[in-house]
């Protein structure tokens, strides 16, 4: 099996490690029957916690293992994967804690005090190997980090953590073999089976700090393609062919950059605008840039039964026909709100990071999958 | 009946059952005569009416029963101003508002409110109910502070009709409230998130009833109206359509069918929706017309002569 082969590799580079280090996570036995905030107490000590309490507080009405809120990398593998053995499925958990860390620069946050660098990277390889299912035959190490995964890493000394994860990673799909069909079928001809589309960014919002104060009446006569109505909005209305994009500039300095296809789009943008600012004579400076939202769009390619998953998924959905014609989805680990259409269209917003939107989608696409028409 | 002669006992006779004298008020100890207790509220009525009295209200009881969860709970007096009243009455009234505590003040008001939307389109006393305790339930959290008193209490009555099982559209309740649907939706959406509450969902056939009475179709277009509609849902043929567009489209395709044929733009006024809404979805159920009809429909305009949008 394709996805054994890295994990199993990894698990026999672990064997001299692992023993000594089980107390991180335990029997799977004693953590399942704690339920999940002893698991995640147990499990996260320390500056590592920061996840675990980032977990715990987007814990909704569901529990752990409530609908796909928590569940990142185990819903790719397919329905099956909710059922895996009680190890596996603290395998994904531990790993999707991880993994739902915004942008790979934080995942050395929590970790970097007690684990090594090396760690790091070996954690980012269960997001590599287990995201990448999807991506094809060659693409289980083709990783969103490209500086991170590589079959060199694979030989570094792992930590307790990794380690036991990807050990039990391991021993869970073997345990898996009679439910693995979907699984093994993954595995023989990815390709063709695991057709899952990405979404793609169809909006950035952004805002930037000038730093200075602008004469907004001056910049509206000086520049080009600015509208000024200070009796219907207190901005300039400012716009740029390339990227295409449109920026609300303020008086006190401020600026809000909307319309980019992406995060390196917004940011040129904002750039451009500020570069507009100061050769109309202000001192602008270019500070505190940040993405505020990012909206991405996408299409399961067939019909969704919206009644259905109003009612399974009560708790996150609002469907009413009569005020919107989607679903609204609000989703609790990564804190985002998905429209979701009959037509299988899937808008997803809310997000501060791209990984966000990949996250949302990957785990909604199987309980879609599930109210297939 | 009071309930402090159980408490009671004489001393002379401890196990003695007392006796009740209502007229007096006492309550007496049968064996030796002694009042044990006296000055008993009696909670007889209040009036004695007699059947040769013909009134339209019935006085043998004074004031409005209690309303524990959705009035005040203390017992206070409140001073109505109908239409004969003088100037002492309307400053007694005012008095009385300016001195009302908050709460209890938008409870009032709402439950006027929701009655008076209720009997515009003749709803139920137990709709009024279970709205204004909505309303009740929603005020003690304060999670609809800024919003506007009538829009939540549009919300409350929208939320009551669909518990009840008798739905009502949102254009509906705007008709017969002064708030925008925009309004009255987002209140609906916050209410529903404080109360944490699941309603079913909304069907065609909830509509089938009012709207063809309201239409004056009879009976047997309104049953294979709401046939059409279920069959167009089971064979998927109207995909992200509201129910109401179907039950309009459905009601068109029946009545169209039939003798007493009923326009688009009628149908749309009745349902809320758009004449051109109402021919899209049509134009959806044209195709399989022969299917959504029942099988014992007596066809005054055979299928293939049915109009085309």
């Keep these: ?373 | 009946l009071s309930g402090s002669g159980m408490s009671l006992s004489c001393p002379n006779h401890p196990g003695a059952h007392l006796v009740e004298d209502h007229r007096a008020g006492d309550v007496i100890c049968p064996e030796c005569g002694l009042v044990v207790g006296d000055r008993l509220v009696d909670v007889g009525t209040e009036w004695r009416s007699f059947s040769n009295e013909r009134s339209g209200t019935d006085p043998s009881r004074v004031g409005a029963p209690e309303n524990p969860l959705l009035g005040s709970s203390d017992l206070s007096t409140s001073i109505a101003v109908g239409f004969g009243s003088s100037e002492g009455d309307q400053s007694l009234a005012n008095a009385q508002r300016k001195s009302m505590n908050n709460l209890d003040r938008q409870m009032t008001q709402a439950m006027s409110v929701i009655r008076e939307m209720s009997e515009r389109i003749h709803l139920a006393k137990s709709i009024q109910d279970q709205a204004a305790r909505t309303f009740r339930d929603v005020l003690d959290t304060k999670v609809l502070k800024g919003k506007n008193s009538e829009a939540q209490a549009a919300a409350c009555l929208y939320i009551a009709c669909r518990k009840e099982g008798v739905p009502r559209t949102f254009k509906e309740i705007c008709a017969v409230s002064r708030v925008s649907k925009k309004d009255i939706g987002k209140c609906f959406k916050l209410i529903l998130k404080s109360l944490e509450t699941n309603l079913e969902q909304i069907t065609s056939a909830d509509f089938m009833s009012r709207f063809c009475g309201n239409l004056d179709l009879p009976n047997m277009i309104q049953a294979a109206a709401t046939r059409i509609a279920k069959k167009a849902v089971e064979l998927d043929l109207v995909a992200g359509r509201s129910p109401i567009s179907i039950a309009a489209a459905a009601i068109y395709m029946a009545s169209q069918a039939s003798a007493t044929k009923k326009s688009a733009r009628e149908i749309g006024e009745i349902a809320g929706a758009a004449e051109v809404t109402v021919k899209q979805t049509y134009r959806l159920l044209y195709p399989k017309a022969a299917q959504l009809f029942p099988e014992d429909f007596r066809f005054d305009t055979p299928i293939d002569q049915l109009p085309l949008s």
């Design chain 1, 1 to 373: 099996l394709q996805m054994n082969s890295p994990a199993s590799h990894l698990g026999s580079g672990l064997g001299g490690d692992t023993p000594s280090h089980h107390h991180g996570l335990g029997g799977p036995s004693s953590i399942l029957g704690g339920g999940p905030s002893s698991m995640l107490n147990s499990h996260l000590s320390g500056p590592g916690s920061v996840m675990g309490m980032g977990l715990m507080s987007n814990q909704g009405p569901g529990s752990v293992l409530g609908p796909g809120s928590i569940l990142g990398p185990s819903s790719i593998l397919g329905p099956s994967s909710i059922n895996m053995g009680g190890s596996h499925l603290m395998a994904n958990i531990a790993a999707g804690l991880l993994l739902s860390q915004q942008g790979p620069s934080s995942l050395y946050v929590g970790s970097a005090t007690d684990r090594g660098p090396a760690s790091n990277m070996n954690l980012n390889i269960n997001p590599g190997s287990v995201m990448n299912m999807g991506g094809g035959p060659g693409s289980v190490f083709q990783d969103h980090n490209p500086g991170s995964v590589g079959p060199s890493n694979l030989a570094v000394p792992m930590t307790p953590l990794a380690g036991d994860v990807l050990e039990r990673y391991a021993h869970g799909t073997q345990a898996l073999s009679h439910s693995a069909i979907p699984t093994t079928a993954m595995s023989a001809a990815p390709a063709s089976v695991l057709d899952i589309p990405s979404p793609t960014l169809q909006n950035i919002v952004s805002t930037v700090n000038l730093g200075v104060q602008l004469d907004l009446k001056k910049i509206a006569l000086h520049a080009r393609n600015a509208e000024y109505n200070p009796k219907r909005f207190a901005a300039v209305i400012m716009r740029i062919r390339e990227p295409r994009t449109t920026a609300l500039i303020f008086s006190s300095g401020k600026m809000v950059c909307t319309g980019a296809k992406s995060e390196e789009a917004s940011r040129l943008a904002a750039r451009k605008y500020a570069r507009i600012v100061q050769k109309l004579g202000f001192a602008a400076k270019f500070t505190e840039f940040k993405v505020q939202n990012m909206v991405g769009s996408c299409d399961v390619r067939f019909p969704i039964q919206l009644e259905g998953l109003c009612i399974t998924h009560g708790q996150f959905s609002t469907y009413e026909p009569e005020l919107f014609p989607g679903l609204i989805y609000r989703m609790v680990k990564p804190r985002v709100v998905l429209l979701i259409f009959v037509s299988g269209k899937v808008v997803i917003t809310g997000a501060k990071f791209k990984k966000e939107i990949d996250d949302a989608f990957s785990q909604i696409y199987p309980i879609l999958k599930g109210f297939k028409k």
